[in-house]
């Protein structure tokens, strides 16, 4: 008779590969072999929270520190105050060695990101064993702003082979050691994410970016001495650039031409508007750079539209988008713009490549946007985004997924604020489907 546990070890671990993590700690507990196969799955990924040490894996390794080998993603969410209320310097001092004995411990590590919060002693204790890891190839700094001495800037900017680096607020004495750094990375390095700067200028930027002519994604965001016409200018560096992030600042009341660089292989872009007061202006700019995109032969796989304040689109709007982009389109993203039922129905009946959707859902007219959703054969996720401008939107609850599903035959996940809704569906009797939910914040999921 043929049991789980005949099951052979690496068919598992094949198996395990595209299975949900938010199930992997039910499917451990089913016998001894299945336990073996999904653990290298439960330790790849770890973070430590001070807030939520019960949920923080760190206990679990120190007292077996062969799991250790598994782990590939270290991130820190967040470490207690040095003086913080609740929290002796003890407490901190132990916290943060904490975190360094398990990181010394994580010879496989890939990816390593600091949440903001972490304070320039903190930072200091995890820069020097970053330098042991071989295998590293990702660091995020959300806590940029505290790397000011230069000692912690030469051990930072000694890091090498690295392939992404992305970092929020950095100091300018950091942003000064960018070029160098870039340079020395060239071989490898093929993402570049700076956010909120204000030290970053166009003459600095063009000075790393021109070190890197295999990168293939940059994000510039709220560096607002940096005009979007000049990064766009720059992307003549960049001939293999695949993945554009950048803010668009608008002026009303002036001509807005539309410059789009030369971005020929462009498969992703996310355009963050920062338009003012003026909502007019929004919509003929994205037609314009579609447009334009379009004409040097790039085609959209993903495409991310986040305007300051809130914009309104219209059905013509949409139409655009599939003569520009439709054939190809299979994420789009809307966030603080306004999508109407009938909008929404024209998204999904034009654009026949869409997979994934993310906007903001109004709860109270459900049935009118599960009908809408109900017009696309290749929608499998939907992901709402809440406005938290409007007392009229609703956040989703199990009532609204389950208008959807019973709508909806394609969509086959649905996800809201860190909760998700998997929906399961009779392959014969599409009708006939289960709903799986996972809370915010939790691995395991029920059925509701």
Known sequence: MFSLGDLPGDLLTSIFEFVDEEDLPNIAVVNRSFNEAAT????????????DRAKTPISTLNENRH???????FAIESLPSRHGRGHSLDAHHYDVRECVQILELCNGLRRFRVDS???????????????????????????ASVITEQDDILTLTSLRNLRRIALKEPSWQLINKLPGWANSLRKSLRSVEITSSDCLNSEVLEDIIVHLPDLKELKIMSCFKINHDDI???TKHTPLLENLNLTVWLNPGTNQSVNVGDIGHLRYLTLDM????????????????LTGIRKLGSRLRGLTLHPLRKVIIGVSFVKHIRRTHGSSLSLLELRNVVVSSKVLGAICSNLSQLEELALTINGSSIVRFAEAFALSSSLRIIRNIPDRTSQSQTTLNNHHVREIAKLAFSVTIIECQGRKWNIMRNVNKPKDFAILYAAKGTKGTRQI
């Not at 290298?40 to 807030?51: G, Q, V």
């Not at 799991?67 to 993603?73: D, E, F, G, P």
């Not at 919060?117 to 806590?143: H, M, N, Y």
Request: glycine share 4%; with cysteine.
């Open 40 to 51: 290298p799955f439960l330790y790849r990924t770890i973070s430590y929270d001070s807030k």
């Open 67 to 73: 799991l250790a080998s598994h782990v590939q993603h």
């Open 117 to 143: 919060g972490c304070s320039t002693w903190q930072i200091r204790t995890f820069l020097p064993v970053l330098l042991r890891k071989a295998l590293l190839q990702d660091v995020e700094l959300l806590c």
């Open 232 to 234: 766009l200018d720059m």
């Open 274 to 289: 920062k338009n003012g007061s003026d909502k007019t202006h929004c919509t003929p700019y994205w037609k314009g750079f």
